[in-house]
């Protein structure tokens, strides 16, 4: 009989940025929403949690946020004793485990499932490190490596099962897409071009600037509050105040307010293009069905182009090659290899077939399976064999 997981403990460290918390949210939340799975999210930097989830209380030890449960991860914390550590102990993006937890998880009379969630790659190497095992070298402990991915041999993707019908839904009625505009003090003109723009300081943001400005065709820019300050203050003189549109050209530019991740959400669906960045953005750009360029995490000596040219290299196979080539030449550009300024044109003439090949791309990940549930099973698994 396979053995259920009925408790999972998931430890976030936030390195930088909000990838690492978004990350860990989504997947706390649905584990315990679909799964029935009760949560302990452990998290180290509650401020960045507050700001991607409402009604977080960045101050206290422990609360209910939805059907998890969260703790704030710090030194001087009460650790679960052996019988109180979780069926699963999930340590996200390799965050070294408290000592004393990892003591409480060996003295355990069945040891948990320990996992190490890694970062999302589509590299060809992840399949073959996806689910492999490293046992403790003093205890009587093993861990496994679940690398989530964009094949079957993977641990797949997060994504939850009624996003799909929550989008269609919002996509079919257009006082949806009005009001929830509106609440971020938007109000497009007609024949403007939606675009969101989510970076980091390092993007060609004036390349961008000056190409919408120039552009024959009319664009509303909406840019989250705190991102690419310094280069629109720059270009622009000042940053445009909340829900104030400055007019430069043809392009419109607007700062809106950082939302909660629904609210995110709504605002890739709503643009009928997405710049988007991490880990965490880029793939709900992908769920949006939306085009999308991608501003890839840094990392020391390019591995990041490595990461980028091996997403590109499946987010492109089957396109046209001249269409391919369009998409490869403005995301090198957008990642500081080439020229944006002149990349930009042909991309946005592409904008109503990368619509098309957005859908396909979507369904064709979603045939995947989802990585909340392909982990649990991997996790009923070693669970059942720890049993036997
Ligand atoms: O914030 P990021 O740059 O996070 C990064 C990456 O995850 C990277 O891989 C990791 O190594 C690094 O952190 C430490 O980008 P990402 O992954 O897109 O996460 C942003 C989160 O913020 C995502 O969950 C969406 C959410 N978000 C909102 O909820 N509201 C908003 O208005 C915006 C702009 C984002």
Known sequence: MVEAVASLDLFCNVVDNYGDIGVCWRLARQLADEHGVAVRLWVDDMKSFARICDGIDPAAESQQAQPVTVRR?????????????ADVVIEAFGCRLPDALIAAMAARQVPPVWINLEYLSAEDWVEGCHRL????PMLPLTKHFFFPG?????????RERDLDAR????????????????????SPEPDETLISLFCYPHAPVVPLLDALRDDAARSLLLVPEGVASDAIRAWAGA????GVPLRFGNLRLQTIPFTDQPGYDRLLWSCALNFVRGEDSVLRAQWAQRPLVWHIYPQ??????????????????????????TVKSAWHAWNGDGDWRAAWPAYRKALPALRAHASAWSAGLAAHGDLAGKLLGFAAQVRTRHKA
């Open 239 to 242: 940053l445009p105040e909340r």
């Open 133 to 136: 095992p490293s046992p403790h």
């Open 167 to 186: 989008r269609t839904a919002f996509e079919a009625n257009a006082e949806s897409m009005r009001s929830s505009l509106a609440e971020l003090g938007v």
């Open 73 to 85: 991860w710090h030194a001087g914390m009460a650790l679960p004793a052996p019988a109180e550590v």
């Open 300 to 325: 020391e000596e390019g591995a990041h182009l490595v990461k980028l040219d091996a997403f590109l290299a499946r987010y492109c196979a089957g396109m046209p090659a001249d269409l391919a080539a």
């Open 150 to 158: 964009f094949t079957e041999n993977t641990g797949g993707l997060l």
